[in-house]
């Protein structure tokens, strides 16, 4: 649905005038294909290149509608595309900067259909092709079929030939991935929420070879890359059985929602809104698919990702805060329990953002911004999950979010966006003064009835201006520049002056999507933003009866509002309309509350049912009049012939009986008593009056006819280019009916080959795997043996250790008793000079075994690392042990020895001193 921006509310100004000439110039060039007119039409085209107000593209007056099938033709007609094609991309890319044009393109232009055809029919060069790709991809974010497409056919194989294509050059270390990712966003785009996109994908396609480039894809680089195959392999899995489903959702559950979080904390922090909506689609997608809410649920690392997200939201960019903000409305109305934490902090930063957000608005109101809309369901989700302990603590934040989208200054005027917004701030008051009771007191407290009050003027005043775009865009289709619609004059000028050349044009298209579909989606979206306002002032309605059960003045206000004869359309058109929210606030509206709530549910389920069988018939029609060239009341012609009888071709015989019959009738009409007072002359006039109207209704009838005519020449010429376009359909039918034939054969043929490859590679694997595990055996015992013997030599070296020790400990006892003794006993200083070197050989022998302990210790935990020299080291170190054990033999009979001496020196001190006494 288009968004009405402020720009419509006024006449169109200076920013239409380059419109204006475009068409003209348009115009000029399809009835004389000169070199002047081209030359025109390439200034025009680079001037709306530049242009920076890119409001003036908004399909919002007639001058728009037929400068976007001027777009269409010279991006279809043959002619026309060799000069201005690349022009016309390049165009389009630029008007996608602005919200509302890429909607219009999207939903009213379907540009989508044409692009894809340009693309595929084209010989573009490689950065052509990258940015129309790119371009596709950014049209078909959001975009909804209802049944398959001729062009979805053809671009459907293209996007995988692409997908698969570049991913193999990427693996072979070619280039391509600019194109790759492009391509998977396209498609993932048409494929989310599409079933028929996914039914055509496994009908039309080589999917199973697409599933295997995108599992091959699971350990690229690029994040967001492997994020699309994920979505893609999850959306295939889940259209084609519930079995495919939960293997896809067992293979790809546990990493889908870290590298969802991954990818989120990366566009936040890189200021990368389109990486935050990735996420958030991606999100929406592992969400809906079977099978894979345990996965989001035992994810345990929310808490850690989640306050990476919050810490830079602060340095980021508005655009990215709001795509963060619907990220984060996704991942609370999952309702996960290590997210509650965060609820506060998550709140206070929406209620910031919806103030910045308005004070944003309110410098530039021409601009559209969806932030608001985000942030308000950011509130809705976290108002529908938290609970009540926290609503309480922030329910002023809750009742100031809603305000700024409630109070309107004097410079404000409505657009559909701006509605819109309204719309979620009345729904947050709703929900709060529903959820309990003391809610509903405060809000009764913070607002005023005035407030709702000042919201039904403006509101009423935008629908008329809606209501006046919707019979504008009727006689845009139409084509009839003299109808008695009030139009400005340059305007009708334009409409008078290209009529002829559009309405050929548009019945001599050859696109998927034509002229007479794009007003038909023009008047539908001019159909809902009526819709719109009506719901928006249904919505006040309700608020302020909700808020008067609990306040006197609200339900005081309630009664003067619906007492207004103008605002009882807009409530019946809600109760008319197919959206069952809607039909119950109008029931409810309509019926108050004398309906039991059991009947109240099953008056608003016949309702829908029977406002979609009205819809439907009235479309049904509405679309044989677009598809017969605009002309309406055909079948109503027919009627009125058959019921005139002054037809041509009457004999006079026949009127002659005719006339005896009305007046045996005027007769009859005379003897009747109530009618004797009544002169018959007077009764002559009456019928001579209708006779008049009836040759009056004839002439009309006449021209009808002579319009019908022409209509079937119309249709009789359109029936032929339908014939031929069904038997070119018929051969590329059977072509495509071969290919995938012959793609069967292939695909079999591959498949048993695999299978054979497959089972003897799982036999050299099985014959490997068993002489792996009988020589790890083998190598366990060997080690098992070793340890064992290491073990033994680590305890006798302990041994020795301790042995070293004492010697030592008794070495220095015997040197300090010698020394003591060496200065009394200087007769005996040869003795103890030979006791001394013979101390000293000692000493260096003690430290020739510490060299050697050490080199021992370096020799066993060599012994651990060479395992293959382990048997020769040890050897080595059993003759060293043996030569050490000599020496240490001849250490304890030295230590004797000198045990000796000195019970030797003893005596003779004893019997010195014998001597002396």
Not at 47 to 63: A, C, G, H, R
């Amino acid at each position: 649905m288009s968004d009405v921006n402020t720009h419509s509310w006024s006449t169109a100004g200076s920013s239409s005038v380059l419109i204006k000439k475009f068409v003209s110039a348009s115009y000029d060039y399809f009835l004389r294909e000169s070199d002047i007119f081209l030359t025109q039409l390439q200034r025009q085209l680079q001037v709306l290149s530049s242009v920076k107000d890119l409001s003036i593209f908004e399909p919002t007056y007639m001058e728009t509608v037929e400068f976007y099938n001027c777009l269409e033709q010279l991006l279809t007609k043959p002619k026309a595309k060799t000069h201005f094609a690349w022009r016309v991309v390049v165009l389009i890319i630029h008007m996608t900067n602005s919200k509302p044009v890429l909607l219009a393109l999207r939903d009213e232009v379907q540009i989508l259909a044409v692009l894809s055809d340009y693309l595929r029919t084209e010989k573009l060069s490689r950065d052509k092709f990258e940015k129309t790709l790119n371009l596709m991809r950014k049209i078909s974010h959001g975009f909804k079929l209802e049944h398959a497409e001729a062009w979805l056919l053809r671009l459907l194989p293209n996007l995988v030939d692409i997908i698969v294509d570049g991913m193999s050059n990427s693996s072979s270390g070619g280039g391509g991935c600019e194109l790759v990712y492009s391509a998977l966003a396209t498609l993932a785009n048409l494929c989310r929420k599409n079933t028929v996109v996914l039914n055509c994908l496994a009908t039309w396609t080589n999917v199973n070879r697409l599933l295997y480039c995108l599992m091959s894809q699971q350990s690229s680089s690029n994040r967001q890359h492997m994020l699309l195959c994920t979505e893609l392999y999850l959306l295939i899995h889940s259209a084609n059985s519930a079995a495919s489903a939960a293997t896809a959702a067992q293979l790809q559950g546990g990493s889908a929602v870290a590298l969802v979080l991954s990818v989120c904390n990366d566009g936040v922090a890189e200021s990368a809104p389109e990486a935050v909506q990735l996420a958030t689609d991606v999100l929406n997608t592992v969400a809906a698919a079977p099978n894979m809410m345990q996965h989001i649920v035992s994810f345990k690392n929310y808490k850690k990702e989640v306050s990476r997200i919050l810490k830079q939201l602060d340095s980021c960019c508005s655009d990215t805060a709001a795509e963060a903000a619907g990220f984060l409305a996704t991942l609370v109305r999952l309702n996960i329990e290590q997210l509650v934490s965060f609820y506060p902090d998550i709140l206070t930063r929406a209620v910031s953002w919806i103030q910045q957000s308005s004070s944003n608005n309110s410098n530039s109101i021409c601009n559209y911004n969806g932030c608001s809309s985000t942030y308000l369901q950011l509130l809705h989700a976290l108002l529908h999950t938290a609970n009540d302990e926290l609503l309480d603590k922030q329910l002023q934040h809750f009742v100031t979010a809603a305000t700024h989208h409630l109070q309107l200054d004097n410079t404000c005027k409505f657009s559909l966006h701006k509605v819109s917004q309204l719309i979620d701030a009345l729904k947050l008051v709703q929900s709060l003064a529903v959820r309990k009771r003391i809610f509903a007191l405060n809000l009764t407290i913070s607002l005023k009835p005035e407030l709702f009050t000042g919201l039904m003027e403006p509101l009423l005043e935008f629908s008329r201006h809606v209501e006046l775009l919707r019979h504008r865009g009727k006689l845009v289709s139409r084509k009839d520049a003299d109808s008695g619609c009030e139009l400005d004059a340059a305007v009708a000028d334009t409409c008078r002056s290209a009529a002829g050349m559009s309405y050929s044009l548009m019945n001599c298209s050859t696109s998927s999507t034509g002229s007479n579909g794009l007003v038909y989606s023009y008047k539908k979206s001019n159909d809902g933003g009526v819709l719109l306002c009506s719901e928006a002032i249904v919505r006040v309605l309700t608020v302020v009866k909700t808020l008067g059960k609990e306040d006197g003045a609200f339900m005081l206000q309630y009664n003067t509002l619906l007492n207004s004869g103008s605002l009882m359309p807009h409530v019946v058109q809600c109760q008319q309309s197919c959206r069952k929210p809607l039909v119950k606030l109008a029931v409810q509206l309509l019926y108050d509350t004398t309906i039991p709530r059991d009947s109240l549910e099953v008056l608003v389920n016949s309702t829908c049912q029977g406002n979609q069988q009205q819809q439907f018939m009235s479309g049904s029609s509405v679309v044989a009049a677009a598809g017969g060239g605009g002309i309406g009341g055909i079948s109503s012609t027919d009627a009125l012939l058959q019921d005139s009888s002054l037809l041509q071709g009457a004999t006079p015989s026949d009127l002659m009986d005719r006339v005896e019959d009305v007046m045996a009738r005027l007769k009859k009409i005379a003897e009747n008593p109530d009618m004797s007072g009544l002169p018959l002359t007077d009764l002559v006039d009456l019928y001579e009056f209708k006779l008049a109207a009836m040759t009056h209704s004839e002439l009309a009838l006449h021209d009808l006819l002579s319009v019908a005519g022409d209509n079937s020449r119309l249709l009789r010429r359109s029936l032929l280019h339908a014939r031929s376009e069904n038997t070119r359909v018929r051969v590329l039918l059977r072509v495509w009916e071969e290919r995938i034939r012959a793609e069967q054969k292939e695909k079999q043929s591959i498949l048993d080959k695999q299978g054979k490859e497959a089972r003897a590679f799982r036999e050299q694997l099985t014959k490997e795997k068993t002489e792996l595990e009988r020589e790890c055996s083998r190598i366990r015992g060997s080690l098992n043996g070793v340890r064992t013997e290491l073990q033994g030599r680590e305890e006798e070296l302990g041994r020795l250790t301790a042995q070293h020790k004492e010697a030592v400990a008794e070495a220095r006892l015997l040197q300090r008793t010698l020394e003591h003794e060496k200065l009394n006993k200087n007769e005996l200083s040869r003795e103890l000079q030979e006791v001394q070197s013979a101390q000293r050989d000692g000493c260096h022998q003690y430290e020739l075994l510490q060299k050697t302990q050490a080199t021992l210790e370096k020799a066993h935990a060599k012994q651990k690392q060479e395992n293959g020299e382990q048997c020769q080291i040890i050897k080595d170190l059993e003759q060293l042990l043996a030569t050490k054990q000599a020496e240490l033999q001849e250490v304890k009979e030295s230590n004797a020895g000198l045990m000796r001496i000195h019970d030797m020196i003893h005596n003779i001190s004893a019997h010195s001193k014998g001597k002396k006494k």
